[in-house]
């Protein structure tokens, strides 16, 4: 028979072992490693080279009888988070690097080639704070520092790795698998009366045009 005192220590080593915490939740860089490793392939693949995406934002909203809207948008982002995106008459034109606002957060984030990669420079900070259920699944929660929970907190599939919701109102959805790395297709933008669907349809290398 084990005594006790065998047995505070094998639990003590389980509890320390790298990759969990001492709340027994994973620690912050095994979540993101493993979350890098399944969308963003192998780190000597990452380049700065332009990527270009062609999509639509759908609109469905509970009281627009004319059901969804569409409109199309055309991005070119780069891994070290330049981005220029064009929207009807919204033109986003981000030279990277911090200061963001908004949702330039997130769209920003979203469209960068090495998104799974560059977590923690759109959400610095991040500490592992609980392990929660949503939708019936298991999700583990990274905080960022000096960012509000309800529009930048982290939600890690537990089952999957994977990061499905940013805040309580940002999906990311319709993952497909390219050259072996899964990306979301969709970002959706739950809010009251429904939601917007940013939906890529189309990527292409493309180049930036430079500042004026």
Partial sequence: MISIK?????????????????????????????????????????????????????????????????????????????????????????????GFQGGDRLLSWWLNPAFAREVETYFPGLRVRERVRWQGRWKVLLVPQGLPVDTCGLYFDEESGLLTHVGFHAELMDWQEKDGILRPRTLRINRKGGHTDFQIVEEFSGSLPHDP
């Fill in 6 to 98: 065998t047995t505070a220590r094998i639990l003590t080593i389980l509890v320390l072992m790298p990759g969990i915490s001492a709340g027994g939740l994973p620690a912050k860089q095994e979540v993101l490693k493993r979350f890098a490793a399944l969308a963003g392939g192998p780190e000597a693949q990452v380049t700065n080279a332009p990527q270009g995406y062609f999509g639509f934002s759908v609109d469905h909203l509970s009281w627009d009888e004319k059901g969804p809207s569409l409109e199309a948008f055309l991005a070119l982002a780069t891994a070290d988070g330049r981005l220029r995106m064009i929207q009807g008459d919204r033109v986003v034109n981000r030279p990277g690097g911090p």
